[in-house]
């Protein structure tokens, strides 16, 4: 077991505390540092920052929704001793262009490439678990998932394989140095084939039903999402409609050594779970 301390930033997220329950099975010294966990870390409250990096060898970073505060963090981590930096970003992130979608990971991206830090980015396509969870459950479970998704395909990624891409990354120094990690699912699905096998699986009527970004970004209000969040979300469907992310990458087989996981699979837990029932 090695001494050196990972701290991940954002552990009690939805992949945070997924790489952080996989280091700790591994063996290796965590430090969990997030707003609501032990280990107080606040983006927007730098006073605490040089606290939770003091003694790191590696850092994990999951980026704020916002532009910037990755920059400076960055340039604690290297003042502090330490040595990595592990960022967690979206699919594509080079295709973006003009997109209003992403300029906080773009932003994330620029201070970790600027840093003289051993560095690693993994970019993930869409989880497979978005179905379980905000912002798609409740639609999928009221029947009719509205979305502003049509025909271009979605390389949906098993969140656990991004959690295991993650921890493998963080537990080999040296390893994946510069790399930058495009992890998708095996194939391309759109909303539409997404939700049939769930709806076959559940036994749910669940039929996806196309509606315009404007639409979508009222209804998201409506359901009380704030507005710049609402339309930051349909951005996302915007950009993923130009189709510039809509490729697979054989990226997890090259981190892990074996195939990613199936949206199939997913289903089968995720129906096992009750994840579609309200």
């Known amino acids: 077991m090695s001494n050196d301390i990972t701290v991940a930033l954002g552990a009690t997220g939805t992949t945070g505390r997924r790489v952080t329950a996989r280091l700790r099975l591994r063996g290796t010294p965590v430090r969990a540092a997030s707003r609501s966990g032990r280990t107080p870390f606040d983006w927007f409250h730098p006073a605490g920052w040089d606290q939770v990096l003091r003694g790191v060898?590696?850092?994990?970073?999951?980026?704020?929704?916002v532009p910037g505060p990755v920059h400076d963090v960055v340039a604690r981590a290297e003042a502090a001793g330490v040595r990595r930096l592990v960022l967690l970003s979206g699919h594509g992130a080079d295709d973006w262009g003009d997109s209003a979608f992403g300029p906080d990971m773009r932003?994330?991206?620029?201070?970790?490439?600027?840093?003289?830090l051993e560095r690693t980015i993994l970019r993930a396509s869409n989880f497979a678990q978005d179905f379980g969870g905000q912002p798609f459950?409740?639609?999928?479970?009221?029947?009719?998932?509205?979305?502003?998704?049509?025909?271009?395909?979605?390389?949906?990624?098993?969140?656990e394989d991004v959690a295991d891409g993650a921890a493998a990354v963080l537990s080999e120094p040296g390893q994946?140095?510069?790399?930058?990690?495009?992890?998708?699912?095996?194939?391309?699905l759109t909303?539409?084939?997404?939700?049939?096998?769930?709806?076959?699986?559940?036994?749910?009527?669940?039929?996806?039903?196309?509606?315009?970004?404007?639409?979508?970004?009222?209804?998201?209000?409506?359901?009380?999402w704030g507005e710049?969040?609402?339309?930051?979300?349909?951005?996302?469907?915007?950009?993923?409609?130009?189709?510039?992310?809509?490729?697979?990458?054989?990226?997890?087989?090259?981190?892990?050594?074996?195939?990613?996981?199936?949206?199939?699979?997913?289903?089968?837990?995720?129906?096992?779970?009750?994840?579609?029932?309200?």
């Open 107 to 116: 932003s994330a991206e620029d201070a970790v490439r600027g840093s003289a």
């Open 228 to 278: 710049d969040e609402a339309q930051y979300l349909t951005e996302m469907f915007v950009l993923l409609e130009r189709g510039t992310a809509a490729w697979t990458s054989d990226e997890v087989a090259t981190v892990l050594g074996c195939a990613p996981r199936t949206f199939e699979g997913f289903v089968l837990r995720a129906t096992a779970a009750e994840a579609w029932r309200c």
């Open 57 to 65: 060898t590696t850092a994990c970073v999951v980026p704020p929704p």
């Open 191 to 224: 909303w539409a084939e997404a939700v049939e096998p769930i709806s076959r699986a559940s036994g749910l009527p669940i039929v996806h039903r196309r509606i315009s970004p404007a639409g979508y970004t009222a209804a998201l209000v409506r359901e009380g």
């Open 176 to 188: 994946h140095a510069g790399r930058v990690y495009e992890l998708t699912g095996p194939c391309g």
């Open 137 to 159: 459950r409740a639609p999928p479970a009221a029947g009719e998932p509205a979305l502003p998704a049509g025909a271009v395909p979605e390389p949906f990624i098993d969140l």
